[in-house]
């Protein structure tokens, strides 16, 4: 085995060459006869791209990205290999599953530390931002306890051993999670922002061959800081791990007057509500104000003064899972795949993912029924042999 990672690289990435295979009418890649010996792979697509997103809590996600340019006829077929490819389980597919988990299996040997390939996730389309008609290939894994800790800070590199090796057309993308910021990088890298510290991603280009432990990159976490203005707008105390942290004034410096009588109206309106609110006449009060006439209160209870609050329909707030079996229960229990997308208004490449996750923790079944997907819930599944879904 050439290298730890690198070699793991490769076989994925060879698997990854079957899409351009697909839509070209060329030969799998994949094959059994296949000898990977290096990560020439991009040779077959335009662009080849590795995002890592590094967390504060170790895990990473990583996800690969194939991008080729397609001409009118490779269009058609690349359409027709991503419905395939979003909607049923491919030998593609499982192959990029199989080698995630023989990646984090070698990073686990290499580093004594438990690790774990999961929440797998895949997406083929045809689009882009400055050509839309790029054949687009995305499947993506978190890998668990990718980086270390040392102290504060979270540190990736050690499972490259004897380093990594890029191809040409391809390109590796560290990006920084919420609650880090990059502090060193080795090698240096293109960075997203004016600093390292202001990036949200580092990049190397390939080809490019890199040292024992390399590439090797260090996050320290991003303090949360919350003003004490912001903190009682929010109805109590900062989070655990976030920081008051005041304005400071220079010496002899009262504040200004404007600033001081706004704070005093404050806390006195603040001390009659609560007054008012103890004495069981809350409601009188806020119609009141300080508008004895009651103009304030009549403006308020008038819905032609003014918009009203805007409300959140119980629909809104729930899951996209959830509002999928709602939309199965209330259609007794199946739909077609096409439906569900009328219904929800999604893409159809986001229901396709969204359900093949529901699918893998048992919250629903797909059935193929000639061209069309059923979706059932737990119980009520059609038979195979004929779904009084058809039409």
């Known amino acids: 085995m050439r290298r730890l990672l690198a070699v793991g690289l490769v076989v994925v990435l060879l698997v990854g060459a079957v899409p351009a295979a697909a839509f070209a009418g060329g030969p799998s890649a994949s094959s059994p006869t296949a000898e990977p010996q290096r990560l020439g792979v991009g040779d077959d697509f335009d662009d080849v791209t590795f995002h890592i997103t590094v967390y504060g809590n170790g895990t990473a996600k990583w996800t690969f990205t194939y991008q080729q340019t397609l001409n009118e006829t490779e269009k058609d077929e690349f359409e027709a290999f991503a419905e395939e490819f979003n909607n049923n389980s491919t030998a593609l597919y499982d192959g990029f599953r199989g080698q995630a988990k ?7 040997n290499r580093t004594n530390r438990t690790m774990d390939a999961e929440r797998f996730s895949k997406e083929a389309r045809v689009g882009g931002i400055v050509n839309e008609n790029r054949g687009i290939v995305q499947m993506s894994f978190h890998w668990t306890s990718f980086a270390v800790a040392d102290g504060a800070d979270v540190v990736i590199g050690d499972v490259f051993q004897d380093g990594l090796y890029l191809g040409p057309n391809q390109s590796l993308v560290v990006h920084a999670g919420p609650e880090l910021r990059f502090t060193a990088v080795d090698p240096n890298a293109t960075v997203s922002d004016g600093t390292l510290a202001q990036s949200e991603s580092v990049t190397w280009e390939g080809r490019r061959d890199f040292n024992d432990e390399r590439p090797r990159v260090r996050f320290e976490p991003v303090p949360v800081t919350t003003t004490a203005a912001e903190t009682t707008r929010s109805g109590g105390a900062a989070g655990p791990n976030a920081t008051t942290t005041a304005v400071a004034q220079q010496p002899g410096e009262t504040g200004s007057p404007l600033a001081l009588f706004v704070a005093a109206v404050v806390v006195l309106l603040g ?5 008012a609110w103890r004495q069981g006449d809350f409601g009188s009060f806020a119609d009141r104000g300080d508008d004895p006439g009651g103009t304030a209160g009549s403006a308020a209870a008038n ?49 396709s993912m969204l359900l093949s996750e529901m699918e893998e923790d048992g919250e629903i079944s797909k059935l193929r029924v000639g061209r069309e997907n059923i979706i059932s819930l737990e119980g009520h599944e059609p038979d195979a042999a004929g779904s009084p879904l058809e039409e």
Do not use: C, H, Y
């Open 102 to 108: 023989d990646l984090a299996s070698a990073g686990q």
């Open 271 to 275: 001390l009659a509500a609560a007054f």
């Open 303 to 351: 819905p032609d003064s003014g918009s009203p609050a805007p409300s959140v329909s119980d629909e809104e707030l729930l899951t996209d899972e959830a509002r999928v079996k709602k939309l199965l229960d209330e259609n007794g229990g199946r739909m077609k795949q096409v439906n569900i997308v009328d219904e929800t208004g999604w893409s159809k490449s986001k229901v």
